[in-house]
């Protein structure tokens, strides 16, 4: 016992004396991965009470004394190292990611969870992901970035939103746009007031069981956006700036140029006299005819001969025909190289009771055409503070301000309208100059100016353009003369209070609001176009979305031994509000002022409101033991305002479990094996985001309305718009979802499976009526739909050695849609080129047959519908066909959907480069090119022509697979039918991006603790089967005149101060 | 203790934050529940305004062209443009939107059919809606049945075009005309009818107007409403389509002599057509400039000096070969310009087209206004053009040469009665009838009526091109006849065969 004491008491002295030596070690903490500076990794010095972290250089000093001999570092997810202390006191450490440590922190409805106890199928994509990609909007970023997310990019507009699909289509004529719940609370803001820069996470839920919890709202599953927090104890300086510049994406059509262009209508002319007159013509006087009608039909004549000589009689341009000027590739002067400027600054730190993340962005995109853009400014704010052991709150607000000018185009509803610049300038014939020119070739000037005129129909010496080259109109001019822009004013604030209780319990109040205004101003000029005629127009609307969401949540978190079990029940309500003014005024006082106040007349004005509200109880339970088996259930219970008071009160749940099989004793010695376990879940969610036939909310979905506004002279009028539905309710999923995940060799091959079904009861479809019913379509819950997929992602490191990696991660998606039940009145519902039908999937054509070509006459031929009488019907060959169109037969003709699709990340990581390269696909599946079948079509004079026009069915090419071209019949010849369907298919190189940390060594020179450098390209090449097709423009397979997306290449830097 | 209070306090706020029943119950601000609509007559009365709005503005059925198709308005410039009385030099608007070329009406997916076809039916069920509620409504029995009688008009007049576009002509001699035409709706709640013959349309047409008639309502707050002189007005133009020439003479006479509507004068004739106030409207749209539609108006493709792009560029003719027979010393004669230049035809800037036998007939209401105008649904010319054709075709010549006289003597001064008979007579008269009625409508239906073929190879200055070539078509062909629109036959059942 004595010498116990004894011993102990020198031991203490020793200890006494180690601690008067103290020495002060220091280092760097980097991710072998990919030598990033990991800050928050605890430093321990074993055997001491010491401790740090190191901060968001990765650098870390600590106090130790000489009596320790090793330090420890941890950090979730890597595995821990520890190094013996050596003469030396600096330590450089590399943590390797840890495949076995799957705690990973996933944020989920109503909280966060392990990743491990998630029992259905959430996809997470991380900051670290999102550096790579330059978007000006988020949900770019979601293309190819974990299977069963389906992005399409539809339009090329800065700043514009993509379409996203998760797993399928889950309605018809209801949104199957997912949820947008940002920082907790659904988001009423625009995606694209959202900063990039500030985001931590995004979890995509794809399944019930993750997303039940969100009830009526839930089933086209939930995109989770969380903002980033302040993490270190060092306060760190962020720096971001971004340059890049853009081009179009998707190359033109080909079209017929300028020397193709007037024999090729000669040729349609010809015909139309030969087959499509009334009183036809033989060939030798249709020729010479044509000859002449070409020359008034085109009314313009570039060349240096007279008009009714440039084709002669054989159909061919004049030899001594040359063009006296070149001014026909509209895109030119409409076009730019685009100028992309993204600039951002965040401060971030972490005491012991308080954090804060404060952030300021700016973002400049320039599109690459005239008059598209889009500015933006952002700040955040994200603070939480521990006020007492038991009482926590915070605040997370942020502003935003987008300024836009926005090109019209098919995605805005103006596809073939003439301010479209991709309608107009693809549609033009290659004849007509953009500037004015007169009979001889001369440039017609402008003498005030100086300048030459643009070639407009109002301009001196003005012609007019035949109906299919827009006459009166000039795109160019007009984008430049007229205003088409936005404003958006945003203001999001989340704030909590938490209050602990009782140990286990946490009780959570938060109100989350988000305020937004759009301004919509829109300006045509008094000179050309649809301001010409009134002098002048101006339209500006003004509106207000003000969306609040107040919840309560009571929370209940056990650990007994190995068992955990967690409890939440809350009560939530959601209030929107939309309101909405508007007023147009013509006859334009003073040059330069657009403001309504400098036009004389009022033409009218607008005015609405709209409410849309929620009222929600929610509960969840989750149960796991020894982190082997979990089990989690959810029970919600919502009341809608867009239901009638019968039905508007509808129950979701979800039930999920999981088993990590690499625990049990069985596998424990497998030692190859890191990671293994199963899943399964099931649960109904519903949607009840009604829309109406132009894909706006609808608010009111239960009564019989008249419109109001349809007011003849001082009476009020209204007109019916809609029939009563009492009945209409949710739709519903019910969704099983199985799958597993598993690491092996060290996370050498790492992997997801999932399998699910989602079946749709009580389909909301937009009925179509027949035309002499009251309402052309009536919403009626009568459906049902599966959607059934099989999931992979599976990634490995193909090399792995200290200084390089190539990792390869794929994603596969397969895809199948089926429709199961329509009702009885209606077992077919036709729709646009698609028919729905039981055991037909919902984007499956429905189009006439076409049949080929009658090489007597070049008819487009198709298959007759049964019936069709004798006199419609015209034999080849012994084989019945219809030339017009009304009388072919309609059939099933593929589907738009996909057979797979995918992505392909690889990424090289050497010392401080790294190199990631991601290529989009997909396989199968057919698009219904309009875009090419208008420039096939010979409807009106004046209008561009795709190049195959010059294989069509000739007197002299009668064995062609092209139909005539036929000024007098191309209604019939190119009849919108399964002629225009074109594999869908196509790969996509999205992203490219190459960075650079650059070397410690330099960076200390100039007091940088981490610098990174990188160059980006997005959506760098596409390839379809058609040039000019962009297979993804739509969900449904149909194209139209829509803003290419663009090429971005930039070049970045990032800092950490 | 106090921690209990507490607890129970937290959760008696989570469980009882359940809010009042009301905060679910939400309205629109920019509709009118069913329900709200027909408690009064002068809400009811809104329905009826609605469908007189509707039939000039801009049509909602398509987004095809949509400015040339501005309401029942764009479709009689349409069918118009099917005759061969006016035209235009180039393939633009109502020839390449698939009227002029006969392209629409063979076509069963064309917007054009589809936009006849739904114009018509949306008034229809308009009407169905007024009168299956207006008895409940509260209200003088007066306004009722002014509202009633209204409503009656409006569904004759509406099937009375259907019935000619999408049946075969009604043939007097072949009685009873069973081939199919339109489905009847004619409640609320009918749906999905199949399609029944010309006969029963025309059966429910003179139903229609003879409750219409019957009720004989006088009095009306303006020309945009349809009052018994209208209702006659359509009974006689339905009689003269029906060859069922005592009761269009009948008709026509009774509004004739009632004295409302008198012919105007020639100053009048010179006013552009464009406004209610002139005498001979008896029933027209009166669009203020706020309901006005820049381009989407009649006004906006007809009037020479609407401030649109076609108008500028595509100034409408008339059939040089009719405008011909017209006598120097009428005034109509001064509403067309076989030579125009800047000085016998001034137009607004300089960027307007000038043609041969170009139109003045239609001119915007005010200068400034790009395209205002009231555009008229039914003047008391026609009715003196169906009197004097009926007794024509009855073998009244005498009658006729009087009820002709009574309208040419106003138009031209100098006009002395004819004496024709026979067929001589009937053609005299159907040229003042293509002559007065250019523009509004019912040359097509003329040509159908009469079972005549379309010969535009008798215009000397008609441009081929702009119709591609479609210039003649013989009698009884079935270009003649729409096929019905595939959306109706998608989501019809029983709709019945297709036209051949």
Known sequence: MKKLLQSLFVLMLVAFGAMAQERTINGTVTSTEDNIPLPGVSVKALGAQAVTVTGGDGRFTIKVSSAVTAIQFSYIGFTTKTINLTSSNTINVGLTPDAKTLTDVVVVAYGTQKKEAITGSVSNITSKDLEKRTVTNLTAALQGSAPGISVVASNGQPGNSAGIRIRGFGSYSSSNSPLIVLDGAVYDGSIGDINQNDIESLSVLKDASSSALYGSRGANGVVIITTKKGRDTNPTINVNFNQGWSTRGIPEYDRLNTLEYYPAVWQAIKNNLMYSATTPLAEAAASAKASTDVATNLVYNPFNVPANQLVGTDGKLNPNASLMYDDFDWYKPLQRTGNRTDANISTSGRTDKTDYFVSLGYLNDKGFLLKSDFQRFNARVNVNTKLRPWLKTGLNLSGAMSDANIASDASTGNGSSFVNAFSFARGIGPIYPVHAFDASGNPIMNTVTGAQWYDYGIHPGAINRPAGASPGRNVVYETMLNDNAYRRSLISARSFVEVKFLKDFTFTPTISMDLRNNNTDQFWNPLVGDGAGTNGYKFQSNNTIRSYTFNQLLSYDKTLGLHHISVLAGHENYSYNYRTFQADRTNLVAQGNTELANFVSASSSYGRADNDKIESFLSKASYSYDNRYFLDASLRRDGSSRFSPDQRWGTFFSVGGSWALNKESFLKNASWIDDLRIKASYGQVGNNALLDGNGNSRYYGDRAFFDLGSNSNTEGGVLLASIATPDLSWEKQNTFNTGVSFSFFGKRLYGEVDFYRKNVNDLIFSVPQPLSAAVTSVYRNIGSMYNQGLEIQVAGDIVRTQDFTWNLLTNWTFFKNKITKLPDETPTIISGTKKREAGHGIYDYWLRQYAGVDPSDGAALYIPADGTTAANIRTVNGVQYVTNQSFAKFDYSGTAIPDLSGSFTNSFSYKGLSLSVLINYQIGGKAYDGVYQGLMSTGSFGGALHKDILNSWTQSNTSATIPRADYGNSTNINATSNRWLIDASYWNIRNINLSYNLPKEWLKTIDVPSARIFVTGENLYLHSKRKGLNPTESFDGVNGNTYPQSRTISVGVNLSL | ?500
């Not at chain 2, 009365?45 to 801009?58: H, K, P, S």
């Not at chain 2, 303006?222 to 005592?246: C, E, F, I, S």
């Not at chain 2, 309901?291 to 009649?298: C, L, P």
């Open chain 2, 1 to 500: 203790m106090k921690k209990i209070l507490l607890y129970a306090g937290l959760l008696a706020t989570v469980l009882a934050t359940g809010c009042k029943k009301e905060y679910l119950q939400t309205k629109p601000t920019d509709q009118v529940a069913l329900e709200e609509v027909f408690t009064s007559t002068t809400n009811a009365n809104a329905v009826l305004n609605g469908i007189y709005a509707y039939m000039f503005t801009r049509t909602t059925t398509t987004t095809s062209n949509a400015q040339g198709k501005p309401g029942v308005a764009g479709i009689l410039l349409g069918i118009d443009f099917m005759g061969e009385d006016v035209h235009q030099a180039n393939a633009t608007w109502f020839t390449s939107t698939g009227e002029g070329n006969y392209v629409s009406p063979r076509t069963d997916t064309h917007a054009s059919n589809l936009y006849y076809y739904r114009t018509f039916y949306r008034m229809i069920n308009n009407a169905n809606y007024i009168l299956d509620n207006i008895d409940a409504a509260t209200g003088t029995d007066a306004e009722k049945n002014r509202i009633k009688a209204e409503a009656y008009t409006i569904r004759a007049y509406a099937y009375s075009y259907l019935v000619q576009f999408y049946g075969t002509r009604y043939d007097a001699s072949a009685k009873p005309n069973n081939q199919l035409a339109v489905p009847l709706v004619l409640t609320s709640a009918d749906i999905a009818k199949p399609r029944v013959s010309v006969e029963q349309v025309y059966t429910q047409i003179i139903a229609d107007l003879d409750k219409a008639i019957a009720l004989n309502i006088t009095t009306k707050t303006n020309k945009t409403h349809a009052d018994v002189w209208v209702a006659k007005g359509l009974r006689a133009r339905v009689a003269l389509t029906m060859q069922d020439y005592p009761n269009a003479i009948k008709y026509a006479k009774e509004v004739i002599d009632g004295g409302k509507y008198p012919l105007m004068s020639q100053t009048d004739y010179q006013s552009g057509f464009n406004n209610n106030g002139l005498s001979e409207f008896m029933w027209c749209a009166m669009p203020t400039t706020e309901q006005g539609d820049t381009f989407g108006s009649y006004y906006a493709q007809i009037a020479y000096n609407a401030n649109t792009t076609y108008m500028r560029g595509t100034p409408k003719m008339i059939n040089s070969a009719l405008y011909d027979q017209i006598a120097a010393t009428d005034v109509r004669k001064k509403m067309w310009e076989p030579a125009p230049t800047a000085a016998n035809f001034p137009l607004p800037t300089t960027s307007f087209t000038r043609r041969a036998y170009m139109s003045r007939k239609f001119s915007v209401k005010t200068v400034g206004d790009p395209s205002l105008g009231d555009v008229p649904w039914m003047r008391s010319a026609e009715m003196h053009l169906i009197l004097a054709e009926a007794y024509a075709r009855n073998g009244q010549d005498v009658l006729a040469q009087a009820a002709l006289f009574a309208l040419v003597s106003k138009r031209d001064l100098s006009a002395i009665q004819s004496i024709k008979i026979g067929t001589a007579l009937v053609d005299e008269i159907m040229i003042n009838r293509r002559v007065e009625l250019w523009g509004e409508g019912f040359r097509y239906l003329d040509l159908k009526r009469l079972n005549l073929p379309l010969n535009r190879n008798a215009v000397p200055n008609y441009v081929a091109t702009s119709v591609s070539n479609v210039m003649a078509i013989p009698a009884g062909d079935s270009r003649f006849l729409f096929l019905i629109p595939r959306d109706e036959i998608n989501a019809n059942p029983n709709i019945g065969p297709q036209n051949p």
